[in-house]
T-cell receptor
Framework: KAGVTQTPRYLIKTRGQQVTLSCSPI?????VSWYQQTPGQGLQFLFE???????NKGNFPGRFSGRQFSNSRSEMNVSTLELGDSALYLC?????????????FGPGTRLTVL | SQQGEEDPQALSIQEGENATMNCSYK?????LQWYRQNSGRGLVHLIL?????REKHSGRLRVTLDTSKKSSSLLITASRAADTASYFC???????????FGKGNQVVVIP
């Protein structure tokens, strides 16, 4: 089975722009979670989608949003980019067969905001 | 406060030695997981231990969990240069699929 894929792998944007990142989960996985990783804050949970519904949300401003499609693929969007949004964005998918549930991570999208 | 605070933060060892890193957390958990990350890339799942388990093995990895102390340890035996990475513990205290990660341990294995 193919692993979790994320596109693009690298992205450079300027302040004020918006960006959309994409995540394709492992085939059959219905839950997709997003995390932000920065040197200062470490790994922080953004949100989780299951069956096209946001099920969990972390403590991030409304500029961060996401969605999930019927094929479980997910996108996250960041509007009005700030310098502090520069980070590695990781998505993870899980089978959701019942707890405990292992999350499998993609390679990440490295976003640089100039 | 942040869940899962690993200790120590950085570890440098010779190839063949064992590496031990610890993780503490603050709230009740259902399970705790350890992940490895190489050079800012994706996280690789290593092992999951449930709250009713005390010890688990996977290859050269040994994880212990002490729920009374709210702590876990990861032992890598007979380390190899390829084990050079950052290691994170993560708890499910935030709810299903909402992992709370620690700050990570950077391990450098010198050939």
């Amino acid at each position: 089975k193919a692993g979790v894929t994320q596109t693009p792998r690298y992205l450079i944007k300027t302040r004020g722009q918006q960006v959309t990142l994409s995540c394709s989960p492992i085939s059959g996985h219905r839950s997709v979670s997003w995390y932000q990783q920065t040197p200062g804050q470490g790994l922080q949970f953004l949100f989780e989608y299951f069956s096209e519904t946001q099920r969990n949300k972390g403590n991030f401003p409304g500029r961060f949003s996401g969605r999930q499609f019927s094929n479980s693929r997910s996108e996250m969007n960041v509007s009005t980019l700030e310098l502090g949004d520069s980070a590695l964005y990781l998505c993870a998918s899980s089978l959701e067969r019942g707890a405990p549930d292992t999350q499998y991570f993609g390679p990440g999208t490295r976003l640089t905001v100039l | 406060s942040q869940q899962g605070e690993e200790d120590p933060q950085a570890l440098s060892i010779q190839e063949g030695e064992n590496a031990t890193m610890n993780c503490s957390y603050k709230t009740s958990i259902n399970n705790l997981q350890w992940y490895r990350q190489n050079s800012g890339r994706g996280l690789v799942h290593l092992i999951l231990i449930r709250s009713n388990e005390r010890e688990k093995h996977s290859g050269r990895l040994r994880v212990t969990l002490d729920t009374s102390k709210k702590s876990s340890s990861l032992l890598i035996t007979a380390s190899r240069a390829a084990d050079t990475a950052s290691y994170f513990c993560a708890t499910d205290a935030g709810g299903n699929n909402r992992l709370a990660f620690g700050k990570g341990n950077q391990v450098v294995v010198i050939p």
